[in-house]
Nanobody, 117 residues
């Protein structure tokens, strides 16, 4: 069964940096596009960044130039390096694959990121 376990969240000041990690299991990680999503109360999850099996990336406009998505296929791990953080980045961050997002059981608990002075 597919499982994603996020870690690395926390409280950070505006302008600071944080790195999130996601340990994936239960599917062929290296062959699939994977991505980071985030959710704030009262809103649906939105795609923040994704990376294909070949390493091609795309980012939501608001994080472009600040966030970097990285994958380590040997470790079945996905990372999100977040720099120049803004209060608007405050959210619960999740990792998943676009092919699995409709499966509610695939979603982990997420990592809380709070950007505040």
């Amino acid at each position: 069964q597919v499982q994603f376990v996020e870690s690395g969240g926390g409280l950070v000041q505006p302008g600071g940096s944080l790195r999130l990690s996601c340990a994936a299991s239960g599917f062929l990680f290296s062959l699939n596009t994977v991505g980071w999503y985030r959710q704030v109360p009262g809103k649906q999850r939105e795609l923040v960044a994704q990376i294909t099996s070949g390493g091609s990336t795309n980012y939501e406009d608001s994080v472009k130039g600040r966030f970097i998505i990285i994958r380590d296929n040997d470790l079945n791990t996905l990372y999100l390096q977040m720099n120049s953080l803004k209060p608007e980045d405050t959210a619960v961050y999740y990792c998943n694959s676009p092919r699995l997002v409709t499966n509610r059981d695939s979603w982990g608990h997420g990592a809380q990121v709070t950007v505040s002075s």
